[in-house]
């Protein structure tokens, strides 16, 4: 067991790492899902035939042309890449969605195929096995890591921009490390979380050019969470200069879902909504 568990954590992970190899391998698996699950179909509704469903040319036609735009869907709605904080009805809504989209667009597939007297009952049984062969890979996917990064491997090493409103913020971090994230430093004026911190976190005042570059003497960051309550435009135009000029990625706490922003998405970290500037390499 320890064989392949050094074989795997030595050998294999950084072999992945150094080749860029983990989305090539997850979309190959996506795409395995969503065929094998056009063959299921194609045996429950034409058993009497038997085969594969690519011996016949308009079941073909119609796979080649589903398959990217379900890969595309799933890309857009940005559940092609394992999460690590994220709750299982909001992967499960995430996914269900994507079978909504794509259902649609088989439907419109049906009236261009009319004349080819393509089954409903296939097509139905198809966007639910895709549904729930996708939705079941990416569950297992992500308990997985969940694992890995709960042993240690596979972090992020973070720096907070803290105020007294984020205790709750960094005790779920904290809380949770099967989600991977690691606190280097907490940048803070406040007492409250000086008290409550101190010897367990590393906690320095509010100098963030001078902290960071000391702190990367000695590990390196990942990224930069600004999870104060109240926002300092002059703070987050610093951090976000400094990020640029580093190669971290900056992540602002926001309740808007919806910026207007060209610049910046939103993502989920520790069930907070933050903006990710996308000019900052992540």
């Known amino acids: 067991m320890d064989f392949f568990s050094h074989l795997i954590r030595l050998r294999i992970i950084p072999f992945i790492r150094k080749w860029k190899l983990m989305n090539f391998i997850l979309g190959a698996v996506d795409i395995l899902a969503i065929g094998l699950a056009f063959q299921i179909a194609w045996y429950i509704n034409y058993l009497f035939i038997g085969g594969f469903f690519f011996t016949e040319k308009t079941y073909l036609i119609l796979f080649i042309c589903i398959l990217p735009l379900w890969l ?3 890309y857009l709605l940005r559940i092609t890449e394992i999460p690590r904080t994220k709750r299982y009805r909001t992967l499960f809504a995430e996914y269900m969605q ?57 972090f992020m090493n973070i720096v907070l921009m803290a105020d007294e409103g984020s205790v709750e913020f960094i005790e779920r971090l904290r809380s949770y490390p099967e989600w991977g994230y690691r606190i280097v430093m907490v940048l803070t004026s406040s007492g409250k979380l000086n008290e409550a911190y101190r010897g367990k976190l590393n906690i320095l005042p ?23 309550s ?12 400094l990020c640029e000029e580093l190669g971290i990625t900056f992540r602002l706490k926001t309740d808007d879902k919806q910026p207007k922003l060209t610049n910046a998405f939103v993502t989920d970290v520790a069930y907070e909504k933050f903006l990710t500037f996308i000019n900052v390499p992540h």
């Open 98 to 154: 994507s079978a909504i989209v794509v259902a649609g667009i088989l439907l419109i597939f049906y009236f261009i195929f009319s004349n080819y007297n393509l089954s409903r009952r296939f097509l139905i049984e198809f966007t639910f096995l895709g549904f729930a062969f996708l939705f079941i890979i990416r569950l297992t996917e992500y308990k997985v890591f969940k694992l890995y990064r709960e042993k240690g491997f596979n």
């Open 72 to 74: 595309i869907v799933l």
């Open 206 to 228: 509010e100098k963030l050019k001078d902290a960071l570059y000391n702190i990367m003497e000695e590990v390196s960051v990942d990224e930069i969470l600004y999870i104060k």
């Open 230 to 241: 109240k926002i300092s435009p002059a703070e987050v135009r610093e951090a976000i200069r």
